[in-house]
């Protein structure tokens, strides 16, 4: 192994394992996808040492990778203290976080959270998808988004799930209807009346499938009117006579509030449930990622009712 006091190029070598790819760390640091593989070579060869393995065509960090990134990012974050302390500049770190979210924090918590969290971090560049659970979950896994905000866990060894906030399901129906006068009903009352459904892999539906199954019953012992993708388009099928729906409390509370639709509970399921902000423990966090984790920590989410 060469005598090298000095580690080069681990700025190059961070973003690359922080993106899991050499063309992304190219792209972000304005080299050639051959520039950023001879600096990690020049590394390798520096420490004797693989720092990458290639996995579906993205690049991983191996077990010495995985070690040097935690001292490289102390390295660096030295440089820039230094920077700030002999030229008395804070240097703007210009970075972009990629999240991908489910429809229900995707479209009602994201964004007040990535207002605040713009104020306090201005030179972060924030990219979102809204998707459904699975797909979100799915992307974290293949490495195109840092994090995800899901409302439902799955069991792979791979994912760290941490919780975000807590959600309530309920039955949502227009004035009117048959059941709009009463403040609860039994999954037997609600059995007689048409539902609107939410597509699977909605983290929503895999809640209210497992919520039956706990007492006994199936999608199965429902009339199926409809099944939309979108919050909004359920909730407009309702307005509009289509059927009843199982809606999260935060998806509905404009149309609460306003009268045109109308909350009920559902009196023998568990309709409340959990959502998560999910990462992939092979992959390291962006510095970006990790100040939004920082960020959720010191910005809980408050409960809401119907």
Do not use: W
């Amino acid at each position: 192994m060469p005598n090298e006091l000095q580690l080069p190029h681990l700025e190059t070598f961070s973003k690359a394992a922080e993106l899991s790819s050499f063309t992304g760390a190219a792209k972000a640091l304005h080299l050639t996808q051959a520039a950023v593989s001879q600096r990690v070579h020049v590394l390798e060869k520096t420490l004797g040492k693989p720092l990458f393995m290639r996995k579906g065509g993205r690049v991983l960090l191996s077990a010495a990778g995985q070690k040097l990134y935690a001292y490289a990012q102390r390295i660096l974050d030295l440089h820039r203290e230094a920077r700030r302390e002999v030229t008395g500049q804070e240097i703007p770190l210009a970075s972009e976080l990629l999240l991908a979210a489910s429809s229900v924090p995707g479209e009602h918590l994201l964004p007040s959270l990535l207002s605040t969290f713009g104020q306090e971090h201005p030179h972060v560049r924030v990219r979102a998808t809204v998707t459904d659970s699975m797909s979100v979950i799915a992307q974290v896994e293949r490495g195109e988004v840092a994090l995800g905000l899901v409302g439902r866990k799955v069991e792979n060894p791979h994912l760290e799930f941490r919780y975000l906030a807590s959600d309530r399901m309920v039955l949502i129906v227009p004035p009117g209807h048959a059941l709009s006068r009463r403040k609860k009903v039994s999954v037997r009352q609600l059995a007689r009346h048409a539902i609107i459904l939410r597509e699977s892999g909605s983290g929503l539906r895999h809640c209210f499938e497992k919520s039956l199954e706990r007492v006994g019953r199936s999608l199965a012992d429902f009339s199926v009117a409809l099944e939309l993708g979108s919050n909004e388009g359920i909730k407009e099928a309702v307005m509009r006579g289509g059927g009843a729906a199982i809606l999260s409390t935060y998806a509905v509370q404009k149309e609460l509030r306003a009268g045109t639709l109308v909350a009920l509970e559902i009196g023998d399921l568990g309709c409340d449930r959990e959502m998560f902000i999910v990462q992939d423990t092979r992959r390291v966090l962006p510095l970006s990622a990790r100040q939004f984790l920082i960020f959720l920590q010191s910005h809980p989410i408050p409960g809401v009712t119907p």
